[in-house]
């Protein structure tokens, strides 16, 4: 079964600071990856997804993700820290079960805190 | 609009209740989805709909849970005889299921429905 995770519960970064949320993925086939972002009790935005071609995906909001194969990962990363990025952040896969069904698997998630 | 939405946003109940949860997916998408998301936790997979038709249910979803996609557009997840597990945020999403896509991939959530069972 394929699974998502991402090793750390929770990041705190100052404003401004670089940050990179780690996602590794277990998956057989070729996998379709995404980044959403959640804020307190919302529904999930989708920052940036990979399908094939170009390994580095560029996203909303100034994020970026690197796809390498070969270590299985797909993190998320961003220059420079907003305040507003503060959320939590889930990386998933998309798996195709038969049929038409191309279910996400989620990560648990990272929580972002910002210090100003 | 033109986003998923979910009616009602929040929904507190007592145990034992029957609840119902509505999913009104983008205009043009004819694949729906339910996720159960606990706290501390991602979302998790319940149920998928290809128009009006339920092709996949998880375990999870439990005999005191239904579904339904009547006319192929807006979705109703109930659940009977509520528990206090059943706590959670319930979350629909949509996509545009194009054969052969990517498209296909990706998915639109709504904001969800809070439940509480008291």
């Known amino acids: 079964a394929q699974s998502v995770t991402q090793p750390d519960i929770h990041i705190t970064v100052s404003e401004g600071a670089s940050l990179e949320l780690r996602c590794n993925y277990s998956y057989g086939a070729t996998p379709y990856l995404f980044w959403y972002v959640q804020s307190p009790g919302q529904g999930l935005q989708l920052l940036l997804k990979y399908f094939s071609g170009d390994t580095l995906v560029q996203g909303i909001k100034g994020f970026e993700a690197e796809f390498k194969r070969s270590q299985s990962s797909f993190n998320l990363r961003k220059p420079s820290v907003h305040w507003s990025d503060a959320a939590e952040y889930f990386c998933a896969v998309a798996q195709n079960s038969g049929g038409s069904n191309y279910k996400l698997t989620f990560g648990k998630g990272t929580l972002l805190t910002v210090n100003p | 609009d033109t986003g998923v939405s979910q009616d009602p946003r929040h929904k507190i109940t007592k145990r034992g209740q029957n609840v119902t949860f509505r999913c009104d997916p983008i205009?043009?998408?004819?694949?729906l989805y339910w996720y159960r998301q606990t706290l501390g936790q991602g979302p998790e997979f319940l149920t998928y709909f290809q128009n009006e038709a339920q092709l996949e249910k998880s375990r999870l979803l439990s005999d005191r849970f239904s579904a339904e996609r009547p006319k192929g557009s807006f979705s109703t997840l109930e659940i009977q005889r509520t528990e206090q597990g059943d706590s959670a945020m319930y979350l629909c999403?949509?996509?545009?299921?194009?054969?052969?896509?990517?498209?296909?991939?990706?998915?639109?959530f709504g904001p969800g429905t809070r439940l509480t069972v008291l």
């Open positions: 205009s043009e998408h004819n694949r």
């Open positions: 999403a949509s996509s545009a299921g194009l054969a052969g896509a990517l498209l296909s991939y990706e998915q639109f």
